[in-house]
Every structure is written in C-alpha cells, then in structure tokens.
C-alpha cells in the first residue's frame, strides 16, 4: 500500500495572512492548507521513490491537464535531477491528456476525455498518469480503462492528492503525496472554474469564493 502524508480532518491549517497569497483571492479563501514548500518536498520524495520501482524501463509520464501540470512539471524537474545524478539513468518522454469531470464544486458522473495525443502511442509503454487528486476515483478508473485497451506494457498511477470521502469508489493510486479532508481544494494548478491555478499554496475555498465563481 502507498504511504502518503496525512492531513486530518482537525488540521487547523495555517493564516492566510502568513503566506504570499495573490491579491484578488484574499476573500475567497478560508485557509493554507499545504504550503508550497510542504508540497515539493513531498513530491521530491515521490520521485525518488517512482525512479526506484519504474527506473529500469524508459517512463512514458502522462500528464492529465489541466489540473496536473504544475505537479508534472516539479515532479519531472525532480526525475531528471535524479537522472542528472545518479549512475544508472532512464529516458522520460512526455504526453498529455485533457479530461473533465468537475462543475463547481461537484464531481460529474460524466467523465469526459477532451484531448491530448492517440492513447494507442502508449502500447507497449511503461506509462506514470500524473493527476492532482483522486476524490470519487471514477475520472482515473475511466482513463485506465481506456488506456489499457490499448496494452501499456505498465501502468502506475500517481497523484499528489486523495481526499477521504465516503464518495470514494475505493480506487487509490500507486503513489501519493497527501491524503487529505473532504474539502474544496484550490491552488498548485487545482481549479474551481478554471480561477485560483495561479495560486502557489494549496488552500481551502470558503462560501465567498465558491459564490464570486459559480458557474
Ligand atoms: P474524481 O473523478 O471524483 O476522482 O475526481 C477527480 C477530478 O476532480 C480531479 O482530477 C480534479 O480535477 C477534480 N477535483 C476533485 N476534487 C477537487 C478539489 O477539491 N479541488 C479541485 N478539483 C477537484
Ligand atoms: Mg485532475
């Protein structure tokens, strides 16, 4: 079973007013709830321990956007600095996939695949999904499913985030990050109606916030 860092339910965060947080969010945030340097010293470790398992084959990381890409990106910069490092390396390529599941703050059960390049690229692959959170478990079970009717020779999933949730199908993926309350997250690319991706901490959206952006 994959260790994460547990954020509990209790957690009482941290002030905004302690951190650098964008003007035009002050209102619509209730808490810090992972500093960003919590967040890459974490993802640091996740790196170190997806080059262990996977480091003998060359790693095909998928990105699912947009949510994933500030998470890819760091945990890519920490691959190849292992790769820079270390005495035995692995070529890393890159893919993007594009899927929707979210309006406002409310799961769909209508998980939607809305881009990237042919899955059928992947065949034979040793691929990483790199996705930001697992609530319900139903957007990555519905993209592995798809991606293994096209025979990836491996498949590993990670995740930075897993919320605790009795929506929860029960799906958890090979690595992760936090394990984190039932709450609505933003920041660190996590969105809510495509705002607060340019926020660097992951926070916790208050009533104002999910109001000003409803969609
Ligand atoms: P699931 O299909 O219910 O597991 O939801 C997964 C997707 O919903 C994630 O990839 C996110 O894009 C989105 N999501 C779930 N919870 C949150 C949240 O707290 N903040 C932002 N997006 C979320
Ligand atoms: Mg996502």
Redesign the pocket.
């Known amino acids: 079973m994959a260790s994460y860092l547990q954020i509990d339910d209790d957690e009482k965060g941290y002030d905004l007013d302690l951190f650098c947080i964008p003007k035009h969010y002050e209102k619509d945030l209730e808490k810090v709830i992972i500093p960003h340097g919590l967040i890459m010293d974490r993802t640091e470790r996740l790196a170190r321990d997806i080059v262990r398992d996977m480091g003998g084959h060359h790693i095909v990381a998928l990105c699912?956007l947009?949510?994933?890409y500030n998470f890819f990106a760091d945990l890519l910069d920490y691959i190849k600095t292992l790769n820079q490092i270390s005495d035995k390396s692995v070529p890393l390529t890159v893919d993007f996939i594009r899927?929707?599941?979210?309006c406002n703050?409310k799961?769909t059960n209508n998980?939607k695949v809305i881009g990237g390049d042919e899955l059928s690229s992947l065949s034979g692959k040793h691929v990483l999904i790199v996705?930001?959170?697992?609530?319900?478990?139903?957007?990555?079970?519905?993209l592995l499913s798809l991606l293994n009717e096209n025979r990836p020779k491996m498949v590993k999933v990670v995740s930075l985030?897993v919320?605790r949730t009795p929506?929860?199908?029960g799906?958890r993926p090979d690595y992760i990050g936090f394990e984190?309350p039932d709450?609505?997250?933003?920041g660190y690319a996590?969105?809510?109606n495509e705002y607060f991706r340019d926020l660097s901490h992951i926070c916790i959206?208050n009533d104002e916030g999910k109001e000003k952006y409803k969609v």
Request: charged share 25%.
């Open positions: 699912v947009k949510g994933g899927v929707k599941s979210y703050d799961s998980v996705e930001d959170i697992v609530e319900t478990g139903r957007t990555m079970q519905t985030l919320k929506r929860s199908s799906y984190v709450a609505f997250l933003v996590l969105d809510y959206l």
